[in-house]
């Protein structure tokens, strides 16, 4: 199948084109009917299920995926201030083998694939992205995120994603209270959720590994708790081995207020098309995050490590959520996560490539957890 984002143009022709869809749209009512409860941060939801940060550039893409059947979508991540798109090329299909992250030291190293052949489902597929980011001015995304929530129907909810910005000379408060702004924004905006970006590798600016360091996570979790007061927000993390770290990065988001985790973001390497020629051009682009089936092993392992750190830190579902994310690339997999126990999951590149993955998984649920 054809992925939504056309990877063949700039990300500024996907955001004005909107989403490249000319399929059939499912019959939401009955889709919806006899699905077994759910909810997602407090409230009631058709599913646990929808899409992270990123293939949904704008209110064009949140609404498709909506009418799709997604519930649980997140407006790709925005700014306090306008900021640029890395250049073209943005998403590349790479070769990823198993355990491919599992090195120690320097960044492990992939290469890209020959083109797709996109007649054909793609449950397989790995790709790298990077944007770095980019963001409208505020005054553009916030219209914009009105009209993306008024697209949704009933039983989903809009979460926003959004970042600091670290300009010269800002210590951590000063990036902790961007990121406060950024969510404020959002939440006047029409978000129901607000998830915070600790963890892009396509940044060279310290923002994209805040997620390694419970004092930060910390800082960032008071700044937006205090900003945002009722309204719930998740912090999203980058795949962590070490389970000490774990615990203490989620004791430091519950700590500060988090209602939960996302985990994982796309896992960096070093990305090259030939020996020596990197992929994507430009300075500070040879390391990219990747994401899709290569890391459908490393975003389980993190939500299992979650899950046991939450146990040990004496929180529960209701009191903390854990959001999977990772290499979801089939209905299966996605119900994978929630036999696990996370209380919602997400699919960004298979839900790109493949747009009926929510009602695949409703179909599945239905089979899984008939109602009585
Ligand atoms: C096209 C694309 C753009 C992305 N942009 C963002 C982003 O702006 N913010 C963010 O937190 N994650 C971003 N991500 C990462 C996803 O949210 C997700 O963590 C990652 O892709 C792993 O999920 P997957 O394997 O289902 O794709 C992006 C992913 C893709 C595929």
């Known amino acids: 199948m054809k992925s939504t984002y056309n990877i063949d143009l700039s990300y500024d022709d996907n955001y004005a084109a909107g989403p490249d869809f000319s399929g059939d749209l499912p019959d939401l009512a009955a889709l919806n009917s006899g699905l ?35 519930d649980l979508l997140t407006y790709k991540t925005v700014r306090t201030g306008y900021a640029p798109s890395h250049p073209f090329p943005n998403v590349r299909a790479v070769e990823a083998s198993p355990g491919w992250y599992q090195t120690s030291g320097e960044k492990p190293v992939l290469y890209t694939r020959a083109a ?51 300009r010269l000379g800002y210590t951590l408060e000063d990036l902790a209270q961007d990121f406060a702004q950024a969510a404020s924004m959002a939440v006047q905006a029409g978000a129901d959720a607000v998830e915070a970006n600790l963890s892009c590798p396509n940044v060279r600016s310290g923002e994209g590994s805040l997620y390694q ?37 989620l004791e430091a988001a519950a700590g500060g207020g988090a209602a939960g985790l996302a985990a994982i973001n796309t896992i960096p390497a070093r990305v090259y098309t030939a020996p020596e020629q ?71 590149t298979g839900a790109m490539w493949n747009p009926y993955l929510a009602v695949e998984l409703k179909q599945l649920l239905k089979t899984a957890f008939p109602s009585q």
């Open 278 to 348: 990197q992929a994507l051009p430009g300075e500070g682009r040879l390391v990219s995050g990747i994401c899709g089936a290569g890391i459908h092993e490393a975003g389980l392992a993190m939500a299992a490590r979650l899950l046991e750190a939450r146990r040990e830190a004496g929180l529960t579902k209701d009191s903390f959520s854990l959001v999977g994310v990772g290499g979801v690339m089939t209905a299966r997999d996605a119900l994978q996560y929630l036999k696990l126990g996370a209380d919602g999951v997400q699919s960004g």
């Open 213 to 249: 360091s419970p004092a930060a996570v910390g800082s960032v979790a008071k700044a937006l708790s205090a900003a945002l007061g009722k309204t719930p927000f998740l912090l999203k993390m980058g795949y962590l081995e070490d389970r000490r770290l774990v615990r203490e990065v």
């Open 116 to 166: 797709l052949d996109e007649s054909r489902p793609q449950p397989d597929l790995s790709i790298t992205n990077s944007f770095g980011m980019p963001s409208k001015e505020p005054a553009v995304w916030m219209a914009d995120v009105a009209r993306a929530k008024a697209s949704l129907q009933s039983g989903q909810t809009l979460v926003v994603s959004v970042v600091g910005t670290s």
């Open 36 to 70: 077994p409860p759910a909810t997602f941060l407090g409230r009631a939801v058709n599913s646990a299920f929808g899409v992270p940060a990123g293939p949904l550039l704008n209110s064009a893409y949140i609404e498709l995926y909506a009418r799709l059947g997604f």
